[in-house]
């Protein structure tokens, strides 16, 4: 057997090859003799090793005394051996080995000094970050220190200015509470002499009620427009008062906003839960004031909330002279007004009295008639009855066959039966005809009395009604804005 391929330094291999192009086919006799067998895998047109493994031929042993044309013995290999030859030389190998360590020690070399210079760049960060992280801290506790301060300023402004503006709403609801006191007698009055003109027919008069009632509605407007003006210039103050207020609480409420959010950044750590990435966050600038203006525009608040509690002042001692002036006048127009209203009720209420006496005496008869025409339906309703079984009896006789269709004492009776019920049902509707005209009768009257009782009950209520409004007149205290 025959291994075929050699090394790069045999003596008989011909010249390196390129790797791009296949190797030339040999001239020798050998290519007729021997053919390449390649390892599967591998391609041999792009390589110019010989190949890694070449098929071994069987040789006859009468095959040395052939003719071989290169005149170059046979490389013949024993039948049971078989090798891979290396493919480079001891020189190669060295030198690639060597190539090796020291490109190996060129990177430990490299990689240690970037450790090196890894671990000091650390700790320079390190300690940038921590200094940079207790500056920050630093900064945002004295930030703290200055809204603690501004925010004691604005409270302490801020009670003031609500102790004078309730007291000076007291001042206000006092006339008020007098402007609405004499409200509710002027509307009383005035609803007084609306009802009053809801009197029917005769009882529409031009009474001493009515007189006192028109003076009383006058003298009420009169005090109430004095009292009205000055609540008007109070309540103008007053939300001045609010404007102020209001702006003091809402920077008292935006300065213990930032103070929890700067709170809150005071007291985040490496290890808090609630810190995550926000990627550009430190290029967004929403600011819109320095500490310069920031300052200022408390002192402004304050500033306007002390101006406005000096005009509140006066005005509260203003409030206070307005309110003794109208409390007798009053009461004592309303005293009139309401004696001519008593001596008005006492008369309509006897003649009404009167009427509902003979109205109770129709209503009793109108009972009796409608007992009598509820009798007289079910007497009715009850011979209808008897009268379908009669018609059933004559209708169900007819059925009978042939000569038994005998006119016999059945049906003689039955027939009778139908003529009596039906002419006892015809008394009975005529009966009950007269009784329902009689009941018109009576509902007639009826009408009539609850018509002239409704008219006197309708000016009663209207007077009994004024006196029950009249009931919540104020006293003198409520009058002058005390409740």
Known sequence: MEFLGTTQVASYCGSRKSCLF????????????????????????CSWRPSLLHKVVSVPPDSDNQFNPSGRP?????AL??????????????HATMAQLRGSEASRYCAGRMNADSMRLMQDKDQLTYQMQEDSKRNLGQRMSNIDFWRSELIYELESLLKETQALETAKKRLECAVDELQGPLKVALECLYYREKR???????????????????VFKECQEILTKLAQKIGQQLDINRDAQHAL????????????????CFNLRNTSDSIAFYHGVEKIDGTIS??????????????????????????REDAEVALETTSEEMWNQYVSTNLAFNHRIAEVADAKNKLQAQLAKILQEIFQTEDTIMLLER???????????????????????????????????????????????????RRLQEARDTLQMLMV???????????????????????DMRKVFPSPPRLIGYT
């Open 445 to 467: 009257n009826k009408s009539k009395l609850e018509h002239d009782i409704s008219v006197k009950a309708n000016s009663f209520f209207i007077d009994r009604k004024c006196m």
């Open 22 to 45: 296949p190797d030339l086919p040999p001239t020798s006799i050998t290519k007729d003799t021997y053919q390449s067998y390649y390892l599967p895998g591998y391609r041999h047109l």
């Open 81 to 94: 051996r078989s090798s891979l030859h290396a493919r480079y030389s001891p020189r190669d190998w060295h």
């Open 200 to 218: 029917k027919e005769i009882d529409l008069v031009h009474d001493d009620v009515e007189k006192n009632l028109i003076k009383e509605v006058d």
């Open 290 to 315: 320095v500490p310069a203006t920031w300052a200022k525009f408390s002192e402004d608040n304050i500033r306007n909330a002390q101006h406005a509690r000096a005009n509140s002042v006066k005005l």
């Open 379 to 429: 007497s009715i309703k009850a011979k209808e009855y008897p009268l379908k079984v009669a018609q059933t009896r004559l209708v169900g006789r007819t059925n009978r066959p042939n000569m038994e269709l005998c006119r016999d004492a059945p049906q003689l009776q039955l027939v009778t039966e139908v003529y009596t019920i039906d002419d006892t049902l015809q008394t009975l509707k």
């Open 74 to 78: 046979p490389t013949i290999l024993p």
């Open 249 to 264: 609480e809402q920077d008292l409420a935006d300065k213990t906003s930032a103070h929890f959010i700067d709170e809150k």
